[in-house]
């Protein structure tokens, strides 16, 4: 059964970091662009951060660059986003998301799996 699945969310105060993973099952993500995507509430779902299998990766937020890192352990199976100076209005949802094509894209139609989501709360 393949699947993704988001860990690692939680409450930071302003200026914390957090750690995100993405663990992969059913299919192996280093043949796969995984992308980041985040949706706070009120707002549509927007693109954070992709890796694709060569490891190339970007960012598509303006917000976050500078900020977040995206890396990937194969032997894991596992993406991570590692977000720094985190500040409120980086608060929402943050799913991972497989590419139909190993082609970072903010589109989020560009992605054929999704896992459940994993809240960030970013609060004093």
């Known amino acids: 059964q393949l699947q993704l699945v988001e860990s690692g969310g939680g409450l930071v105060q302003p200026g914390g970091s957090l750690r995100l993973s993405c663990a992969a099952s059913g299919f192996s993500l280093k043949h796969y662009a995984i992308t980041w995507f985040r949706q706070a509430p009120g707002k549509e779902r927007e693109g954070v951060s992709c890796?694709?299998?060569?490891?190339?990766?970007?960012n598509f937020a303006d917000s976050v660059k500078g900020r977040v890192t995206i890396s990937r352990d194969n032997a894991k199976n596992t993406v991570y986003l590692q977000m720094n100076s985190l500040a409120p209005e980086d608060t929402a949802v943050y799913y991972c998301?497989?590419?139909?094509?190993?082609?970072?894209?903010?589109?989020?139609?560009?992605?054929?799996?999704w896992g459940q989501g994993t809240q960030v709360t970013v609060s004093s």
């Open positions: 890796i694709r299998s060569s490891g190339f990766s970007t």
């Open positions: 998301a497989r590419g139909y094509a190993d082609r970072c894209l903010p589109d989020d139609r560009a992605y054929d799996y």
